[in-house]
């Protein structure tokens, strides 16, 4: 049995990730697996699904509907905050490959590719057959 204070610390959590009871579509379906003949009569399972972001969660890991009902909800929790910090970090990457594209050479680095780029030619310079026109 979940007490109290468990479910009010998820339902806080929820209220402050943005996650409202209105945005989550509930259903019950039939359960399968261990638990014996039990589980696979009775719609234990919880199926939840995020309406505005499409995340869908099962949870079936227990044989009573309301702890599953509990631990459907931190798992969908726990998936919509993934997401979100996902995002974040996608949007922090591109920032910086395009910060890093703007960003001027030094000196000594342009020196040191002019200086590359000579070698590269001398040595395919070396590669040019002798001609007999000479």
Do not use: W, Y
Not at 5 to 21: R, V
Not at 39 to 56: D, W
């Amino acid at each position: 049995m979940i007490n109290k204070d468990k479910k009010d610390k998820l339902a806080k959590e929820l209220k402050e990730a943005g996650i409202f009871e209105e945005d989550i579509e509930e259903k019950f379906i039939l359960g399968s697996g261990s638990g014996g003949q039990k589980i696979n009569k009775t719609a234990s399972t919880v199926h939840l699904k995020h309406l505005p972001t499409g995340i869908s969660v099962r949870c079936g890991k227990d044989r009573m509907r309301e702890a599953n009902r509990f631990f459907a909800r931190r798992r969908l929790l726990e998936k919509i905050l993934q997401e979100r910090k996902d995002v974040k970090s996608k949007k922090m990457q591109e920032i910086a490959k395009i910060r890093k594209q703007k960003k001027r050479r030094s000196k000594k680095t342009k020196e040191k590719i002019l200086q590359d780029k000579k070698h590269r030619s001398a040595t395919k310079d070396n590669r040019r057959p002798i001609s007999d026109s000479e």
